[in-house]
């Protein structure tokens, strides 16, 4: 297989330098394992305010890009910086457009010029492989932030030489946010009207720019093999189901990693204690600490149930409210880090209080308390009502702490039910997505926490899976070659 592939990588957020979820940690993970590999990688991303408090070494490389916007031209200095070895990350930088606090909404709600900043940010994305003459064979997308850019390929550039060989990637992360925008945004594009249209990028009468990624590119794919089928379903396809049917021959699943280098706890210097699978005495050292972070006394006959998210209803807080009286009926400490829905800021506000004995938890985002989080609890809970592929149920595994997870997506990839009787399984598993099937799942965890002879062995399991990225970024290497491979086999798109 041919592992020397030109790949440009566009992502509006990429961790070191700016993360609001997964997509970020993707970002900056996927890259470098594709450069291990032996691809050549460049990852371009906007140049937000959150980047500069980064203090990540970033340099100017003194060019810029000139972005036509409908009848003006507006620039972007060009700024670069590297994760890995080798991966330039290009950051585009414009003051009016990204220097603000958020990178997509604040608590008012998205910011009203979403539409034009990531047309420009697009847009920006393939003049930033002219202007470093880097031919890309592969323009990997991801998300509706860059979904512009499969159609800039086929559109605009469809004659330039320059981009002949070149295919597009598109993955999606999260099908519930779109980027959908009124029509009058459409000459923003500098794209001909004739393909704002059903079978373009029009979605009853708006411009939907996940949906553009998804018709114009040559391969789709999810991050979890169980999402790219339940995307296809009403359920779970928000109102995309029938274009995603279209494409199914083209859609796939490639579950995403673990950058075990930032979470490891033989490694990681964001918490109290490094520990190990053959060694866990750093990991009662993590326990206090945490108890001690979130201002609890320890119990050592109670687990601490765990929670890292964004506090949004997709996410299954809406269930975690209806039964959280039954759940701290057990004997168990639950400690919570998020942010999101001012609804479960109420809520949990009014736990914390009602249970200041059992109950901790940070409305903020803090990424050395999330770590702290995964090495110092027992259990970590995931009741998803979707989720693409999730992170920390993976990052536990790692960390001893047994995920209780919703069969769907992601969860339902990584995570298989315990069975006492085999010794099989690496965690706690519920189907319905019900309140009640919640609290009986977390009741068989916690009374399995109190069989020493099982919880053990259920930490052997969880030591035991690997997720790290090499996996994933051999499969994404085959999804290019099919990338290039449909590419070929197309004619051109002629559409004026
Ligand atoms: P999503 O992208 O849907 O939010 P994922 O599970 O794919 O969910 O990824 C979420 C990532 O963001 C994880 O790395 C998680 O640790 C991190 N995260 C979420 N909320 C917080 C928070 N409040 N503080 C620190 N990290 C957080």
Sequence with gaps: MPNNLNILFAASEVVPFAKTGGLADVAGALPVALEELGHKVKVVMPYYQMVKKSRKSIKDTEKSVLIEINDRIVEGKIYQSKIGK??????????????????????????????????????????????????????????????????????????????????SVFTIHNLAYQGLFWHLDMPLTNLPWSIFNQEGIEYYGNINLMKAGIVFSDVVNTVSKKYSKEIQTEEFGCGLEGVLQNRQNDLYGIVNGVDYSQWNPESDKLIKSNFSSSDLNGKKVCREDLLQEFGLKNKPSAPIIGIISRLADQKGFDLLAEQINAILQFDLFLVLLGTGEEKYHVLFKEIAKKYSKKVGIKLTFDNTVAHKIEAGSDIFLMPSQYEPCGLNQMYSLKYGTIPVVRATGGLDDTITNYNPKTGKGNGFKFKPYTGKALLSKIEEAVTVYKSKKDWKKLLVNAFECDFSWNASAREYSKLYLKALEKKSNQPLLVMV
């Design 86 to 167: 080798n991966v330039t990350v290009y950051l585009i930088e414009n003051e009016a457009y990204y220097n603000r606090q958020e990178l997509y909404r604040t608590t008012e709600g998205d910011y009203p010029d979403n539409a034009e900043r990531y047309i420009f940010f697009s847009k920006a994305v393939l003049e930033v492989a002219k202007i470093f003459k880097f031919q890309p064979d592969i323009v990997h997308c991801n998300d509706w932030q860059t979904g512009l850019v499969p159609v800039l390929l086929k559109v605009k550039e469809q004659k330039n030489p320059f981009f002949e060989n070149t295919a």
